[in-house]
T-cell receptor, first 113, second 112 residues
């Protein structure tokens, strides 16, 4: 199993550009989520999904869109990048509800100029 | 409102046990205590979780006080590779996904 994979590892954007961060998992997990981590801070939840076709907002959803057309993939779209979106983005997945382990991807480091 | 309180940082000597405290005085009966860690520039890694009994796995032990208002993560023989930020998280298994919240954590530095 590759686990949770994310692409790209690094990305630089100009203000106003759009892009999609990719996330995929091969563990057949129902639940997937996106977090952002700013320097010196913990992770903040952006969006999450509890299954294909079902998504919902987390703590900091503004400026981001998600969709979940398959169990494996959960892309995060930045509609019009802003410097405030400079951060490290982590994708995570877990089997489903209840007390179980959440697996994280290696992260995407995004800089918006 | 923060559900957990952890020290900002702590040092530990290589080979010694590292005891990481966490206060969760408002924990409710259906909330678990989770521990994750994040090594620099990597994604967070699950360590252990528990409800009220002490737990042990190949990575660590989790000691939860009888009143459940605090817990301690124990790394029995710290190595340099255990240098990381350690997160204590309280979460109900009946909560929606959005309640899995990470705070600032404890920066642990293991020194030779």
């Amino acid at each position: 199993n590759a686990g949770v994979t994310q692409t790209p590892k690094f990305q630089v954007l100009k203000t106003g550009q759009s892009m999609t961060l990719q996330c995929a998992q091969d563990m057949n997990h129902e639940y997937m989520s996106w977090y952002r981590q700013d320097p010196g801070m913990g992770l903040r939840l952006i969006h999450y999904s509890v299954g294909a076709g079902i998504t919902d907002q987390g703590e900091v959803p503004n400026g981001y869109n998600v969709s979940r057309s398959t169990t494996e993939d959960f892309p995060l779209r930045l509609l019009s990048a802003a410097p405030s979106q400079t951060s490290v983005y982590f994708c995570a997945s877990r089997v489903g509800p209840g007390a179980n382990t959440q697996y994280f991807g290696p992260g995407t480091r995004l800089t918006v100029l | 409102d923060a559900k957990t309180t952890q020290p900002t940082s702590m040092d530990c000597a290589e080979g010694r046990a590292a005891n990481l405290p966490c206060n969760h005085s408002t924990i409710s009966g259906n909330e678990y205590v989770y521990w994750y860690r994040q090594i620099h520039s990597q994604g967070p890694q699950y360590i252990i979780h528990g409800l009220k009994n002490n737990e042990t796995n190949e990575m660590a032990s989790l000691i939860i006080t009888e009143d459940r208002k605090s817990s301690t993560l124990i790394l029995p023989h710290a190595t340099l590779r255990d240098t990381a930020v350690y997160y204590c998280i309280v979460r109900s298994i009946t909560d929606s996904w959005g309640k899995f919240q990470f705070g600032a954590g404890t920066q642990v530095v293991v020194t030779p």
